[in-house]
């Protein structure tokens, strides 16, 4: 068998942990090979050596039958490989094309030829059905788009081995639909990819095979179509996984959260990103906004945890008005905060682990005696949500939490949160990035907040999330809230067509948020 890439023995080590032991992985052309594990179990370190990004201690890389030395990044690409990263390599203040075009600049007696780039990115994105805006600015433009921009540099470079780091971590449904078709477009041109992911159903769709990997060691390949996601999910985690979560009858108590009338105005257009909207949670439930991404959802969660100030409305919490509190007000008052993007507004990535999980605290009795932090307090709280919550990492809470994978950097922020106790826990896709273990664990835990008799607010892109532990889904389009379900009583077919604009709840049918 010819094998367009073959990685052969694969070892590499960091200080306190081997992230690939001796690990095998072979390519073949125009297939979608899939890279399956759980967070931390060494599949970004594995394409990281692969994209010249690591060099390995042990093993080595072969080309058509050739072994390559690939020392940087430049040497993959000039040998056709590229990557899409789970964190995006952009620069937020140039715009698409410059992005594009970033290292590979087209220029003429020595002055950059931009038509010519601008020409060869249009034509790509036409063909690829990649719509993009090549003059608007990185941090303008929403995650899903910056993934194309990702794509379309792979593109522009004209590479043929493309690999994909969680590329559905933060797109919306639609989206995934649509990077979908554009996979197996391009393994139908011969391209090969490799596609590192934690979503099992998006393995079943579109992979060839699949190669699973566990705390480092290579755990086997298999053929995608003679497999089942149960046996894909076992071999991940050494054990049955449950699809399914587990909860009682809803009992529902005094309402914690009040919005009335909350308007939030737009950093990308004129119009107001959040219209008028009015909805509460009780004690003791969960209240999930379901939408597609950029419909006012991220201004809305800014808006009620101090990130953002309204220009109308007001937010109550246990009855007090907080529409103008402080972050650090809203967190003493109660309310907890998963945030959509883990490095902007979860993580100081440059402090350790154990800074980091009490960040929200460090100035509480038990961890600070006359503005000295006291160090061996902190350490063993840290210590004891580590193994609590089972936050993987080299140096345990001394490691520097950018050295962390991305789903044990999210496990560590909803420890963080959850642990607080809070009265209101305002939860922004927290599995995003996590494998079947780690969302079946979470999900355990946002409905054990809500047994405790907490408050829980929700937001998520994800259907199976959203119908699987709600129990009151509202709809957001547009800045506005356009219908409420019960989830025993909808589908997901029903809440597409809702977040797709296509239908509507008026309050006088009986819908709306109230």
Known sequence: MDYVIEMLNITKEFPGIKANDNITLQLRKSEVHALLGENGAGKSTLMSVLFGLYRPDAGVIKMGGKEVQIRNPNDATALGIGMVHQHFKLVEVFTVLDNIILGMEPNKFGFLNKKEA??????????????????????????????????????????????????????????????????????????????????????????????????????????????????????????????????????????????????????????????????????????????????GQTEFAHALTGLERPSAGKITLKGQDITEARVRQRSKLGMSHIPEDRHKHGLILDFTLAENLVLQRYWEPEFQRGGFIKKEAVRDYADKLICQYDIRSGQGSATITRAMSGGNQQKAIVAREIDKNPDLLVAIQPTRGLDVGAIEYIHKKLVDQRDAGKAVLLISLELDEVMNISDRILVMYEGEIVGEFDPKKTTAEELGLYMAGARRNTPAEGGGAE
């Open 118 to 295: 601008r020409a060869k990115v249009c034509a790509l994105s036409e063909k690829y059905g990649l719509q993009i805006d090549p003059d608007a600015r990185i941090e303008d433009i929403s995650v899903g788009m910056q993934q194309r921009v990702e794509i379309l540099k792979m593109l522009y470079r004209d590479n043929e081995i493309l690999i994909f780091d969680e590329p559905t971590a933060v797109l919306t449904p639609q989206e995934i639909k649509e990077l979908m078709v554009i996979m197996k477009n391009f393994t139908a041109e011969g391209k090969s990819i490799l596609f590192i992911t934690h979503k099992l159903q998006e393995i079943m769709e579109v992979a060839d095979r699949c190669t699973v990997l566990r705390k480092g060691k290579l755990v086997g390949t298999v053929d995608v179509a003679s497999t089942t996601k149960q046996e894909l999910s076992r071999m991940m985690v050494g054990r049955p996984v449950s699809f399914a979560v587990a909860k009682k009858a809803i009992e529902p108590g005094e309402v914690v959260l009040d919005v009335k009338g909350l308007t939030v105005p737009s950093k990308r257009h004129k119009h107001n990103a959040v219209k008028n909207v009015s909805l509460h949670v009780r004690a003791g439930e969960i209240v999930c906004i379901a939408g597609i991404d950029g419909n």
